[in-house]
C-alpha cells in the first residue's frame, strides 16, 4: 500500500526540509494517522495552525469547497494562516486535503506548497 504521507514525505525530503506546515481538516491536524507518521517515520517538525485557525480551515473545506464554493475572503483567510505558519518556522506548507488546492496555488504564496493529491497519484504512477 502507498500511504499518501509517505508519497509526500519522499517530496519533502528531496528538498532538503525538516519543518512543514500542515493544512487539513480538524481530523487531519489534531490526530496522529498523518502528522504522527512524518514524525515518527522521517523524523520532520509538523506544525499546524492553532485551534481557532484548525476551526477556520475546517469550516472552509466542509462548508465552502466540498460544495465546489470558491471565495475570495476564505483565500485571504487561508494566506492569513499560511503566513501564521511561516511564521512558526514552516519550510513548507503540506495541503492535506483535496479540496484545498481549489483555493489556494503555488502562484497565491512564495511558501512551497505540496499538494497530496497530486504527489500520491504522481508516487502511484511511479
Request: proline fraction near 3%.
Amino acid at each position: 500500500m502507498l500511504h499518501i504521507a509517505d508519497a509526500t514525505e519522499r517530496a519533502i525530503q528531496a528538498q532538503g526540509l525538516r519543518r512543514v506546515g500542515l493544512r487539513g481538516t480538524v481530523f487531519t491536524l489534531e490526530q496522529d494517522f498523518y502528522k504522527g507518521r512524518l514524525c515518527a517515520n522521517y523524523g520532520l517538525e509538523v506544525l499546524v495552525p492553532d485551534a481557532p485557525d484548525r476551526q477556520i480551515v475546517h469550516r472552509i473545506i466542509y462548508d465552502e469547497l466540498c460544495l465546489g464554493q470558491i471565495n475570495a475572503p476564505s483565500k485571504l483567510e487561508y494566506l492569513r494562516i499560511t503566513e501564521a505558519l511561516q511564521q512558526q518556522g514552516a519550510e513548507v506548507v503540506i495541503l492535506g486535503c483535496t479540496e484545498i488546492g481549489l483555493l489556494l496555488s503555488q502562484a497565491d504564496t512564495a511558501l512551497p506548497l505540496f499538494d497530496t493529491t497530486a504527489l500520491h497519484a504522481q508516487a502511484a504512477l511511479e
